[in-house]
């Protein structure tokens, strides 16, 4: 499926510090953590754009938590201190998703973003804490198998015949071998379920007896791994943006691609409404059409030299995650089109993407559950998902998945999440229209935890919405940090809150493009690392 995670623009930061290791050892999940983990972490200063803003540290953990005495990697942790010391709340994990999303600079953004949205005094009840899970970023190992793996320009996602089709099939078999070759004694170890190890290593390290969890995307599974392994480890839980754990991994994107079709067109819609501006046609067929024409052109010549097919669809897929692009991608299009200056999309075009975050990606589904090996599954269920319609997002997900068909380890059986007594409620909150993780995962995820409560954004197209701008979403999700309180229990969703108009369908007369770069203060998400 397409990468799950909430990425902010500071995510990206050199962060270290000097911060000493502590090893921190559990293995299994009736184990208590030994007496180094408890003696705490070493704290130090955080360097690059963390700096002043929180403390940074590494913690050491075992590669197998099975094998408690053995290799060890270790793990970036950074901290946020809390301010209110009446009204202490504990530590508070906060997860951006991927898997492969850094989340070290999460533990300044969340303080900064309950901040932005009027609750400050939640935040610094808090001890927040951001970490790079395991092969993530500044934790080390930092999983990386190719970083020209997807440097421009890429063949086009759409195999116009077999011969392109055994192109990328063979670029994603080299990128498995790659994978085996240089981290093949990390990858049996890239599980939530390990991640979710580290997390409870953490917290003895903190000398925590609990811990709370925000997550976001692939966060909320992550942290659903964390509840059912460690239920009564748990204090407080927002799950935003929930992965239906009934498609995890491989039927998850097959979903992804009838929701990205959906919202896709919604942007098309959208981009017609405003013709005055963008000049792309007055309906939404006519603007997909436009978009479809100058896609087929830069497979012949690339926009600005450095655009072709993928990477267009690479840039314009964001609209679907979050629309907040609507604005700005509208504008890069219609540059080009109309004007035919390629610059405005250049700007959006990440070069050599991001390896780490492909790798992982990769490395954590790929041994989490079962996916089939036999590539005529694939294909026959991308061409008749293109059949049926779902055309943008199906065959770019196809690829950016096919390596874990050749993948070295054998995945799975995915675990199977539960809900258990000790557990408290847990908060889930869905957008109603969310492409990346459909309003199904929120229901199922609902079901597996009875106890927890699920708020819905009526008409919602933005993935992983809270703290956002949405005050109603945004008081519900600072109550329950603040006090634990949930919505009275109802059938289906719990409570439901509405779409914000100017959030959700922007009025580019109103809002300038700078502006249009971030939502209430909070930084966009972007899809394809």
Avoid at 16 to 42: K, L, Q, Y
Avoid at 80 to 106: Q, R
Avoid at 277 to 293: D, P
Avoid at 434 to 448: M, R, S
């Amino acid at each position: 499926m397409k990468r799950l995670v909430l990425i902010t623009a500071t995510a990206a930061l050199a962060v270290g510090g000097t911060a000493a290791a502590v090893t921190a050892s559990t293995g299994g999940t009736a184990r208590e953590a030994s007496p180094v983990a408890a003696r705490g972490i070493a704290w130090g200063a955080c360097t690059g754009s963390l700096e002043g803003q929180a403390e940074c540290a590494t913690v050491q953990v075992p590669l197998d938590h099975r094998k408690p005495g053995g290799k060890k990697i270790s793990i970036a942790v950074s901290r946020v201190k809390h301010t209110d010391a009446k009204d202490y709340k504990g530590v508070l994990f906060v997860n951006p998703g991927g898997p492969g999303g850094s989340g070290l600079a999460y533990s300044a953004g969340l303080k900064r973003w309950l901040g932005g949205v009027g609750h400050a005094a939640v935040a610094a009840k808090y001890d927040i804490i951001g970490f790079d899970p395991r092969g993530v970023g500044s934790s080390v190992p930092a999983l990386s198998c190719d970083p020209n793996f997807q440097n421009p320009i890429r063949p086009d996602y759409v195999p116009a015949n077999s011969r392109e089709d055994r192109a990328w099939i063979a670029k994603s078999r080299r990128y498995a071998a790659d994978c085996e070759k240089k981290f093949g004694w990390l990858l049996p170890h890239m599980r939530t379920t390990d991640a979710a190890h580290d997390v409870d290593a953490i917290r003895a390290a903190l000398g925590a007896r609990q811990i709370n969890w925000y997550g976001f995307s692939y966060g909320t599974y992550y942290g659903a791994t964390y509840a059912t392994l460690f239920p009564k480890r748990v204090s407080r839980m927002v799950l935003d943006g929930n992965v239906n754990p009934k498609t995890v991994w491989y039927d998850a994107q097959l979903e992804q691609d009838k929701a990205f079709e959906r919202n896709i067109k919604l942007w098309f819609k959208w981009t017609a409404g405003y013709d005055s501006l963008y000049h792309l046609g007055t309906t939404q067929k006519a603007v997909e059409a436009n978009y479809y024409k100058v896609r087929a052109a830069a497979g012949k010549a690339p926009i600005g030299g450095k655009i072709g097919p993928s990477e267009l669809d690479d840039i314009v897929l964001s609209a679907g995650y979050n629309t907040g692009y609507y604005i700005p991608f509208a504008q890069a299009l219609s540059a080009w089109a109309v004007d035919g200056n390629a610059e405005p999309l250049i700007e959006w075009l990440n070069p050599g993407g991001d390896d780490n975050g492909f790798a992982v990606y990769n490395a954590v589904q790929g041994a989490d559950a079962r996916w089939p090996r036999n590539w005529s599954t694939w294909h026959n269920d991308a061409v008749k998902l293109n059949e049926q319609g779902y055309r943008f997002n199906t065959w770019s997900n196809v690829w950016f998945n096919a390596p874990v068909a050749f993948w070295p380890v054998k995945g799975g059986p995915a675990l199977k999440l539960k809900s258990d007594k000790a557990l408290p409620g847990i908060l889930l909150v869905q957008s109603e229209l969310d492409a990346a993780t459909p309003v199904a995962g929120g229901y199922a995820l609902h079901k597996v935890f009875p106890s927890s409560r699920l708020v819905l954004e009526l008409g919602g197209k933005t993935h992983s919405n809270t703290l956002n701008g949405n005050a109603c979403l945004d008081d519900k999700v600072a109550a329950y940090l603040d006090t634990g309180a949930l919505p009275k229990s109802r059938p289906g969703a719990d409570a439901h809150c509405k779409s914000v108009p100017a959030l959700n369908d922007p009025d580019p007369n109103a809002v300038t493009a700078k502006a249009a770069g971030r939502v209430a203060g909070k930084d966009l998400p972007v899809g394809r690392p």
